[in-house]
């Protein structure tokens, strides 16, 4: 609890002791039948409770902001005071300020949850000059700079390890408890704290770039993209309030004027009625609950590692009914390595395995990295090979020269167009054709590993689909018997494989204009999906973590390579949604049957306080689930 909290919750006890003292008094019958006395007595409790309502609405009318709670508050109990309801109007107060201090307690839990991001960042480091260590700020440090971590100390800039080794704790950027043991050569983030030895880190991003910074701004701007039902309230609540204002104004003149405009006691009857009908109507209950329940809801899967950009996001999630997986780096680790090599034409094995590492030299694909590693195992890289005009075509491969030759290395797709006779390779996995002036010399196998949750994960979210079942599609440039082998075992029914990076987000269009569907979520490996992420209606991007590129596309963001992160998302999604849509029609519901209660003077100010503050009290309540949402 803030001290702020603390502070009202004291007035509220002792106003609440006052009152107590009064209304005993006057029942006991030690107050004078007097109105003014009686007036002057319940008035002290009000002024103690409810002195800083009276003069927000004083200030916003100033402001020309009329129609809010505040001045709804006002109006009601000042008309309890001119119908002779002093225990009422004091009541009405209290109950209101009640309501207060809990949606302010539960906002201040909200933003806690939140709150260990924001202490992630560091705002010096420790740099050495002539062997002496000194503090400066992270904002003077530049890029290619030393900086020095102690142990325990946590680490202030993006960087590579220059020095030690040491092992290096993530879970408040990816929710894993795990350490990591990190050495020389090893990239690091900010945010996380170094658990061993000191070590050295050459940084290579500055301050406002650096993963813990890009993580923050995310954060505090997602509060920003704001959800329909946000949107919507805060639209209603605009027209919603003048209205009430002016159905009380009708409600307390009309019946009078037309029943008996000279009886002050039908007056006083239908004014205190119009007082019951303003206090009900307030749209607290909606206005509060509902943007704090999405707000729960993000500050929950922000300390589990999923980075949501705003609750609108998080309100689309839950009504996409198509699931759309990148293959490599998504279902699969990305991490390729040479599991067969068939020569042919004469030629051996190592002599094709030199010829596509070297044409493929200066390529950072994934497929690439593993022919040149393997090549690099086995020690056939020859340096003076002399490869010139080195081509990379996207999708398809590399076309380089060596001694006035054509040298080809990539897929079917590169072989056809070129006009190359060759023989389909038969293994499972992604299969790498080399030929030469024309003349086809064998192929190469590479497998990549499936995650060990992607299957669990697929199972998932056809599970939580409900009524209507989620269809789920992979996308992936492979051939078709390797896209067949890795929707098979990770149960996808549909794909679509040999898509160039351009025809993913084709795909993805033709799925979101599709009458079948109500929006597609996406999900890649954040580094080559950017179009496609930020094409989708919702891109999730996971292993993204230090990735600006993903950052920027996607509108989820998963701090770490578990596809389990997705299935986290679209189930807090889901129930952040049925937390919404409870507290909308249980706030509705009661105050529409106690408004009518009300206009038929059924009930009184206590009903009307339920109906609002109680009401109120119980959304927040409700909405607070999302802050224990269980995974």
Known sequence: MSRRDRRNLIRIIVAAAVFAAIKITDVLGYVPDIWWIGLMLYIVPYAIIGWDIVRKAVLNI????????????????VGAFATGEYPEAVFVMLFYQIGELFQSIAVGKSRNSI?????????????????????ISCEEVKKG?????KPGGKIP???????????????ALTGESLPRDVSEGDEVLSGCVNEGGLIKIKVTKEFGESTVSKILELVENSQANKSKSE?????????????????????????????????????????YRAMNFLVISCPCALVISVPLSYFGGIGRASKSGVLVKGSNYLDMLSKCDTVVFDKTGTLTKG?????????????????????????EKYSDHPISRSLKEYAAQINVLDKNIGLTDVTEVAGQGV?????????????????????????????????VYVARDGEYLGYIVISDEIKPDAADTVRFIKKLSGKKSRKVVMLTGDRESEAKRIAGQVGIDEYFCGLLPGD??????????SDETSGVVFVGDGINDAPVLAGADVGIAMGALGADAAIEAADIVLMDDKLSGVSMAMKLSKSTKRIVAENIVFALAVKFIVLALSAFGKVGLNAAVFADVGVTVIAIINSMRTLRFKF
């Open 399 to 431: 076309i380089a020269t060596q001694d006035g030759k054509k040298i080809y290395v990539g897929n079917e797709k590169l072989m056809r167009e070129n006009n190359i006779e060759f023989n389909s390779g038969s293994d499972i996995g992604t299969t």
């Open 115 to 135: 709150k260990s991001l924001m202490e992630l960042r560091e705002d010096t480091a420790f740099a050495e000059k002539d062997g002496e260590l000194y503090q």
């Open 335 to 359: 991490v390729f390595k040479v599991s067969g090599i068939y020569p042919e034409n004469g030629i051996d094995e190592k002599s094709l395995i030199r010829i596509a590492a070297e044409a």
């Open 504 to 513: 993913k987000l084709s795909a993805v269009e033709k799925l979101k204009n």
């Open 145 to 149: 700079e030393i900086i020095v971590v």
């Open 231 to 271: 949107t919507f309230i805060t639209r209603f609540s605009k027209y919603y309030t003048p209205a009430v204002v002016i159905c009380a104004v009708l409600l307390g003149v009309l019946p009078p004027l037309i029943i008996g405009m000279r009886d002050s006691d039908v007056w006083r009857d239908w004014v």
């Open 62 to 77: 100033g402001h020309g902001e009329i129609f809010d709670e505040n001045f709804l508050m006002v109006i009601a109990t």
């Open 157 to 171: 800039l993006d960087g590579v390890i220059s020095e030690g080794s040491t092992c290096i704790n993530t879970v």
